[in-house]
């Protein structure tokens, strides 16, 4: 094999690398866990059905706005901080963040550890597009 086409399919397989990546940590792949929409999620809230809203965001993020009866885990500390929602490891746990990309590395945390979270497509910036309420 010449070097072009050596350079070529190295490319190549950089380019699929990347792409595998990229919908891995957008959930689209290989996840183990359910992505909601804001909708949905608001559904099973209105309900009443016995679930916990974890926000994976930053302190002034939450700080700023957050949906009304989460709690604040950042996802940077979830995984030392897993005893402070053992008590619900039964039950759903609607996950946010901003905009849905750390709420789905937070979800693959949580059923790694037993949890049953379902991940909120778009996170908080969806929420509001969606026209519903936010906490300031």
């Known amino acids: 094999m010449d070097k072009k086409r050596l350079l070529n399919l190295g490319y190549w397989i950089l380019f699929i690398g990347i792409l595998g990546y990229a919908a891995y940590t957008k959930g689209w792949i290989l996840t183990n866990f359910e992505s ?10 209105q309900k009443g059905e016995k679930v916990t809203l974890l926000d994976v965001r ?10 009304d009866g989460s709690i604040l885990i950042p996802l940077q500390t979830l995984s030392n901080n897993l005893a402070l929602i053992a008590n619900v490891k039964n039950q759903k ?26 991940n909120i497509k778009g996170g908080l910036t969806e929420w509001k597009a969606q026209g519903l309420p936010v906490t300031q």
């Open 36 to 45: 909601i929409s804001p909708a949905q999620a608001q559904e099973i809230i």
């Open 93 to 118: 746990i609607l996950v946010y963040c901003h905009s849905g990309n750390r709420s789905i590395a937070a979800s693959r945390l949580l059923v790694e550890n037993g949890f049953t979270p379902l």
């Open 58 to 67: 930053t302190p002034d993020e939450f700080t700023k706005e957050h949906i």
